[in-house]
């Protein structure tokens, strides 16, 4: 692993709410920490358990999975299912003896920027402990 | 692969961005950087198309502000020069960048620009195609809602057939007896819309009918309909529901089965339409409402229009009993206060009240929240309160559209905050009360999204696909239906591919490009174009230096 | 078709625990339809094995690959055939069948199963696949309306219900689960075949040898 890369976040964030959220965080100029990497996905259900435990074969400290608030996915159902696969990613990085709160789904509302940054924030800390 | 960088104006003075070049440079396959002020302005814009035309690249790397501002820019631009937008991947230099960063904000940009590239390494042209649609409609029921709708349609030059299972329209515009405050009377306003109806040529109605099966996707809608012994198929290219509601009072709600003095709304507007028909005139009437918390706005108005109705043509003392009177529709505020005007007093609880049958008049028991202190009325007539349900049918026919339906049980919206009319699949709009909580203004605005979207949707008589780009590996699926169980649009069937095995396939209209289905597959059969596995996982692996 | 569960990791880590490069290998059949062993679960667990080597400092070096199907050996052959070389040790992610197709073409390397091959079922719904088939070779669903006691019933009964039924219809031994036998009765009522419940069969031989089970096709 080469410098720099021990802790990074990747933060999946869905086109239609986390990735304008953190826009929105960027126009109010709001800071939170450097190591965030987002990568845009139409929709928290693309995201599947191999994306994030690649992320962290490839040295993330964290992943976040950040969608819609439920009852407001207009694809219905894919921050539940998002859900669901970052619960089945967490046992599975329990059982190769990671700590299985590295990985963590948020729901939030497209201009929900302070939330964002939040929960980017909580997760930057968390992983600083370890 | 051609990069552009954009320092808008040159405000991002926190990125040096002659560095983000000198570093790509040493890329192979990287045939130019070009560092320009302002991407989205003509200068910008030319600067693109130079380089496209002159220069012989396969791949585009923006990286600029977010792509929710500017992809759509970006894309019109290629497509006018011809050069397949989905070979362009953007990197988000600016509000994810630049103005969130304190450290070294150069190298999280340069970072974000290598994951740009990895990703367009691997990105393959999707073709754009029109697809021929399906321009008429089918309106299901021959309610307000559903009449109106066709009516709107018409307007637009687009031609729909009205599928009502009665046997003459109006639903409950025939029931109800009118909205206190609207001058037309209902009654005019019915015929009004059926004589519309029956002149306008682009309208076709089928009374007694009921939709029987439906196959196909939006854009072409296979539609079997059964009426009296016949049954035959249409297709149209949207279906547009306006199936309307229906009300009772519920066993849980009202203990006392209704009968003598306990009446229905609908019985208060029979028995007001001819109040010289009384035998006796109810001195005291009380209303009960809300005790279902659930309930839709549609009673509440219709209690308070009746309200008004018992005050004017009966002259009752009127006692409402209620927990939040729901007033937010739009005008209902005014007849609360009108009825309050009146002299019509409202009781507010928190615990359902008691009610008993006593001495042939009825008893209610209700603690009073304002004034702390149980109230006791006995009055010679109550009206109870009426659910509003979805009407019967429903569960068939959401079934046989694979469309949800909500706790309630009415039609489920797409998403609630942003589509309100529309229904999860394409093509298939919702309108009226079949919606669940509803009123005549919410109404109004429903049809005119449901217009809007279905002739959007189909005006033109062809739609724009892009071809295949989520797309199903015949050789690689294994029928398991695990995606067509998922996909939240409908827009996957099992189809047989050149008279082969049967396969999963993805109808590109239906399709809304949301990537569960790929997530699901088993057997990484499906193919996500500009966010495929790989895709994703060149982004994800760039971290990793 | 055939359901099987991935085995606990623990036992997987410890199968291969000491070899440097392994071949996971998965099958694009039944084990795919239950999300068990298809080409996403081995990559999961690739991502898993990988990401634990790489925690204790253990050199570890993973081959991905999947077999149209498992239990054919040219189909094995066909994919796996020049993978295999430099490989120490083989993890299938196949039923059964597949993990001792694999071990008898590649004798002199061991072979490991990932998962545990279940049984004969079919998706209830999605996620969730329930047992339907013993397997018995001496199929008589056509006298039990379709339902099989042999799976269904708790005890295997091939005359009826023992008697123990609780109420609601219920299994003597497993209260969850509806006595079979009232399921049978049911169905045979609905098709007015119930004078079937009158006939009575024999136990099933099993001293007969069955296994391994053997079926020859007469016609080439």
Redesign the interface.
Known sequence: ??M??DN?I?AFCC?KSA??A??????M????P?NV???????A???????M????????AGVLVMGCQE????????NL?AKE?VRYTAS??E????DGARVKMVNLGPDMAQKFVRVVKDMAEKIKER | MGIFLCDCGGSLKNIDFPKISGDLEKLEDVAFIDISHSLCLEEGEKAITSRILSENINRVVIAAC???LREHKFVRLLEELRFNPSLLSLA?I????S???????T??AT??IR?AIGKARLLQPVERKNVPVNREVLVLGGGFAGMKSALELSRLGIRTTIVERKSTLGGKLKEVEGFYGLETSLKQMLDSMITAIEKDNNIEVLTSAEVTRVRGEVGDFDITIGGGRREFSLSFGAIIFATGYRTEILPQDFELKPGGNIISQLDLVEMLRAPEKLKRRPETIGFVLDVCDENSRLPTLSSLNNVLAVREKLGSEVYVFCKNLKVDSEGAEELYREARNRGVVFLKFDEPPQIYREDGRVTIKAKDVLLGEEVVLLCDLLVAEERALPPEGTKGLSSMLNI?TDSQGFY?D??????PAAS?RKGVLFVGGCRGNLDLGRALTDIASAVMGSYSLLALGEAVVEVEKVRVDPEKCRACLTCIR?C??GAIQLLRVNTEKEVAQISDLAC?????C???CPAKAIN?EG?S?EQ??A???T??? | MIIAERKP??EIKNMIAGYKRILVVGCRTCVTICWAGGE?EV??LS??L???S??NGNELSILEATVERQCEKEMVTQELGDKVQDIEAILSMGCGVGVQTIAEIYEDKPVFPALNTAFVGMPEREGLWIEMCAACGDCFLDRTGGICPVVRCAKGLLNGPCGGTRRGGKCEIDPEKDCAWVLIYRRLEKQGRLDLMRKYYEAKNYRKVKRPGKIEALEA
């Not at chain 2, 103005?99 to 904000?105: I, L, P, Q, S, Y």
């Not at chain 2, 809304?512 to 569960?516: F, L």
């Open positions: 692993m080469s720099g890369t990074k990747i086109e990735y304008l953190a826009d929105r965080a960027g126009r100029r709001l800071y939170y450097d990497r987002i990568i845009r996905v139409p929709c259900g693309r995201v599947d358990a191999l994306h435990l690649r992320a962290f074969e490839k040295g993330a009852g407001a996915c207009q694809h219905l159902t894919g299912r696969r599975l990085l059982e190769v003896g990671m | 977010s792509a929710e988000n600016r509000e994810q960048c103005w969130t960063c304190e450290g070294d904000v190298e999280k970072e974000l994951m949800g489920q797409e998403n609630v905050h942003l589509y999860a998922a939240p649009h809304d490009g949301c990537g569960v790929a997530a699901v996500f966010y596995d994703i996982l982004e994800v692996e971290i990793g230096g | 990791f623990e996403k990559g999961i991502s898993q990988r990401l634990q790489g925690r």
